[in-house]
């Protein structure tokens, strides 16, 4: 084999390591500074931006907690607002309806009181007068209706209709 033979194969080692030691030269002064420069650039880049992640991360955690706290204090406010508008508005409704009712009331509840007063004394009166003719049995009758129709009065039912029945 001619790679192997005695006399060339000196000469053919002896290039080769020229060429391999001129290429490792012409890498170790020339392309590797560049990269090595590369490399350190990037690896610069990257711890940079992960402080600057983590300061972003940091951040926002402040901002969420900013607002909810200024979120949170705004709600407590905004109720106690609302409760005190409430309460201030209830006070002045009741205030002005029993001034209304005291004030200008007072004459139609004088006289929704004295007509039921007549009412009654015109039904205890025609009751009394035509008790001598009406049987007893009867009389009972008209006398439980009436205290049915009063219960019923209480509970805010009309009595226009046992006045009607005692007309009758």
Known sequence: MPQLDKVTFLSQFFWLCIIYLGFYYVLYKHFLPKISRILALRK???NVSQEG?????GENHTIRKNSDDILSKAFILSRTAFNEFFSHATNWVDSTAST???EHFQNVNKTYLNSLGETSLSQNILL???SPNIPEKLMMKILL????SLKNSSNGVDITDSKKKLKK
């Open 128 to 130: 009394y007068h035509a």
């Open 44 to 46: 610069r880049k990257m």
């Open 100 to 102: 209304v009712n005291r």
């Open 145 to 148: 209706e009436k205290v049915k």
């Open 53 to 57: 992640i983590e300061s972003v991360y």
